[in-house]
């Protein structure tokens, strides 16, 4: 792919760069992403209908067991190409903050460090009465795991729709947005509040907002610079472009 060399210039000298990541980056590993159909057993629920608070309350074991099943589907994956030019471009850029609203831990892996999970991790859980995390919970498959500490439900230590973000993280994101010299938005629909509005707000601030997706989404007539493709393949080629 050809990238222009304007973009090329800036992001040689850029010292402070922030990206926000979707599902679409873990893709190319084999997960699907949020708004695509599932299989199986799950394929006749929407994910908008189970990553719900309000889900939880009806049906405990039912959203246990939708996590539990996309839990294994993780364990067995690695990251792709995109995850790992990601890692690589914090190590080239002083000021590099990675924002991701995937909840698969890809990044991590791949060896992502400066990343702020806005939507949480879904291999850790936490009580949903008392908070306390744990790492050890027996699932039994007859019943959801309960706290050791009060006896609460155990959930997946996700945000929900109709939840609040994790404050720290949504504050550092803010920041990293309203401060950067290039905003990347990549695999991500852009519809989900408040990720989406980052773009914007690092577009108000005076960023270049450059965007990586399969397809054009909402925020394509916005942004300086569009890619559209797969980022596994795209973000390898920026890396070997600008860094060689
Ligand atoms: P979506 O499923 O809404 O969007 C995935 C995006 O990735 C789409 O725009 C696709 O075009 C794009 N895409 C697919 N494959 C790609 C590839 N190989 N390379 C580049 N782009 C690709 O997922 P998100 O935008 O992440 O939150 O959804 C945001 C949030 O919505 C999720 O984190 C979830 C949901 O509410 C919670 O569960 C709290």
Redesign the pocket.
């Known amino acids: 792919m050809d990238f222009p060399t304007d973009l090329i210039q800036l992001l040689i000298k850029a010292t402070r760069v922030s990206v926000l ?5 873990s ?2 590993s084999g997960l699907r ?4 159909s599932q299989s199986g057993l799950w394929a006749q629920y929407k ?2 209908d189970l ?1 719900s608070p309000a889900a939880f309350a009806r049906d405990p074991k039912l959203i246990w067991d939708w996590y539990a099943w996309r839990r294994e589907a993780i364990k067995g994956v690695r990251p792709n190409a ?1 995850h790992y030019a990601l890692a690589e471009m914090e190590k080239k850029i002083s000021e590099f903050t990675l924002i991701t ?3 698969d831990g890809l990044h991590r892996m791949a060896g992502s460090n400066n990343l702020l999970e806005l ?1 949480g991790n879904i291999l850790r859980v936490r009580c949903s009465v008392c908070g306390t995390f744990t790492e050890d919970w027996g699932d039994d498959s007859e019943s959801v795991p309960l706290c050791g500490k009060c006896n609460g439900l155990l959930r997946p230590d ?4 109709g939840e609040s973000l994790p404050r720290a993280e949504l504050e550092a994101a803010v920041t990293a947005s309203r401060a950067c010299q290039v905003f990347f938005s ?7 509040q408040p ?1 989406a509005a980052l773009a914007h707000a690092a577009r108000n601030n005076g960023a270049v907002v450059v965007e ?4 054009p ?1 909402p925020l394509t007539p916005k942004v300086d610079f569009a890619f559209h ?4 393949e ?1 973000l390898p080629e920026l890396v070997k472009a600008i860094w060689g």
Do not use: C, L, M, Y
């Open positions: 990541t979707g599902a679409g980056v893709q190319e992403t949020f708004r695509d994910p908008q990553a995109g609203q995937n909840v939507h996700v945000v929900w729709f990549i695999g991500t629909s852009g519809v989900v990720a990586i997706n399969a397809e989404t493709g797969k980022s596994g795209i």
